[in-house]
């Protein structure tokens, strides 16, 4: 874990300030080298999201600023080494990392991704966020596509949540429940997938797959409107 997830946030912006101030020394040594240029815009990336959970809004974006700038300046210069691509990723995570500021953002955020998978197309990451801000421009059937490729690669919770959001989106429930049922494999312990799944189980009347997931979701977390929520489903399907 880094010192920001840690919760250690003086000491993250202290790192990331000397990290800054060491890259910045080299390049002044040599000022075409795309990689100490990006090295500093994942510092300055790595401060707006800890000035963001500082409850510094002006701080962080005028740290992702400086990351913009960066990255702008690594990738402008020629260079052919195929892993200069790679920044297109991190260029569009900071990108994501600022959605608070509108989904205007988004298509620039799929271009970048689209020049770093043209490069990398078996990275299961780039193929994860791509289908993440597709979906969050309701671009369902490009973002299935681009998730079913990650999931395919890597198979994780939350890119088979995400396909499950997807596919409900487009009204299909059975491969909605599909998705929640492989992430469900992956994290049995978590609530709020049950519920989702009762959620479904309910909607297409198959009662006791829905008073089963919604139990095991209150197994989980009992929290008072939480488990209210749940209790009130539960009764509806008694009567």
């Not at 960066?70 to 900071?94: G, H, M, Q, T």
């Amino acid at each position: 874990m880094t010192l920001r997830q840690e919760g250690n946030l003086d000491e993250a912006i202290s790192l990331q300030e000397k990290a800054i101030q060491y890259f910045s020394s080299a390049i002044e040594l040599n000022p075409e080298n795309p990689f100490t240029l990006s090295n500093v815009a994942n510092s300055y990336k790595e401060l707006g999201l800890i000035f963001e959970e500082k409850g510094l809004p002006g701080e962080a974006l005028e740290a992702r600023m400086k990351a913009r700038d960066f990255y702008e300046k690594s990738l402008s210069i020629p260079d052919r080494r195929r892993e200069v691509k790679a920044i297109w990723l991190n260029y569009a995570l900071l990108l994501i990392d600022a959605e608070e500021l509108g989904s205007w953002l988004y298509p620039m955020t799929v271009r970048y991704l689209s020049n770093f998978l043209a490069e990398f197309p078996d990275d299961p990451r780039g193929s994860y966020w791509m289908g993440y801000s597709l979906t969050k421009m309701a671009e369902y059937e490009r973002a299935i596509a681009h998730l079913q490729t990650s999931v395919r690669l890597d198979p994780r919770v939350e890119t088979w949540d995400l396909l499950a959001t997807c596919y409900e989106a487009q009204g299909e429930t059975q491969k909605t429940i599909t998705a929640y049922q492989q992430a469900s494999g992956l994290s049995p312990d978590s609530a709020e997938i049950h519920y989702n799944l009762g959620v479904l189980f309910q909607r297409i009347g198959e009662s006791g797959k829905a008073i089963h997931h919604f139990r095991e979701a209150l197994r989980f977390d009992r929290s008072g409107e939480f488990a209210t929520l749940i209790e009130g489903h539960v009764s509806s399907l008694r009567k």
